[in-house]
């Protein structure tokens, strides 16, 4: 989760629309019908929090590429596309999603939820599977390194370099466990990036791990003033991935990893990504060891 820039990025009204169709072009003729049948029938329609409508959590705020311009009902963004793609795939049309928001925390935390899905970034572990049900994976991303222009950290091209760093990371994520793993064993550790990225901007810490599409986004939104990404942590791929969250033992589960699985096969899951993905992840090296 990362902080808002007051810098977004501009996108053609072609573009926007052309996601909005390829989110909802399966839509039509994909899941059952709400119409005529029940719960009884086994129609997912009607096993949601609110019987015909597919109640959606997303974080507060929502951050871009993500969701556009925190309006997630826009469909814009990357995770906005695709949860209006899933609710098509199940039935559901634009005007029965409701989106309402949840903290991180909270989402993965035992207990009774009132949202049926909740897409933030949540990567899939098997301590989170304790708590709450995943989808199958819809997107794997590294981790990167943020420094300032100025440090003398800048021209880093290995993790070696940073070795006496002071290094900060949201703690419970991927960043973090990297950054303990391979560059030091005291990381620092914040509630957030945004908390991370103000701590990298008012010199508190010298560099913050964070995800890839994170970080390029806090560099070029200005959130840390001066800063870089000086590259990917290697080997950090998520091969588990980042998943829809469900509550635990949904009756949704099911269906929405189905339907993640045929966004994939169809490659409507490729075409998202490389509309609102590609420019955060293209152009940057791999730090050495």
Known sequence: ???????????????????????????????????GSGAKSGDITQQTIKPGKLTIATGEPAYEPWVMNDKPQSGKGFEAALAYAVAGKLGFSKSDVVWTRTTFDTAIAPGPKDWDLNIQQFGITQERKKAVDFSSS?????????????????????????????????????????????????????????????????????????????????????????????????????????????????????????????LKADGTLQKLQDTWLAEYTTDLTELAK
């Not at 990362?2 to 072009?25: N, Q, Y």
């Not at 290094?167 to 950054?179: H, L, N």
């Open 1 to 35: 989760m990362i902080g808002k820039g007051s810098k977004g990025f501009v996108r053609t009204l072609v573009a926007g629309a052309s996601i909005m169709a390829l989110a909802f072009s399966a839509a039509c003729g994909s899941g059952q019908s709400a119409a």
């Open 138 to 262: 819809y997107y794997n991303d590294t981790q990167s390194v943020i420094v300032k222009k100025d440090s003398k950290y800048a021209d880093a091209t290995s993790l070696s370099e940073l070795k006496g760093a002071k290094v900060g990371a949201m703690i419970g994520t991927e960043g973090y466990d990297y950054a303990k793993k391979l560059i030091t064993d005291d990381v620092q550790t914040f509630n957030d990036d945004a908390a991370v990225a103000q701590a990298l901007d008012a010199g508190q810490i010298d560099a913050m791990v964070a995800g890839t599409v994170e970080s390029v986004y806090i560099v070029q939104s200005g959130q840390v003033k001066n800063a870089k990404v000086i590259g990917k942590v290697p080997g950090s791929q998520d091969h588990s991935g980042t998943g829809i969250v469900l509550p635990k033992d949904s009756k949704l589960t099911a269906p929405v990893t189905k339907a993640i699985d045929e």
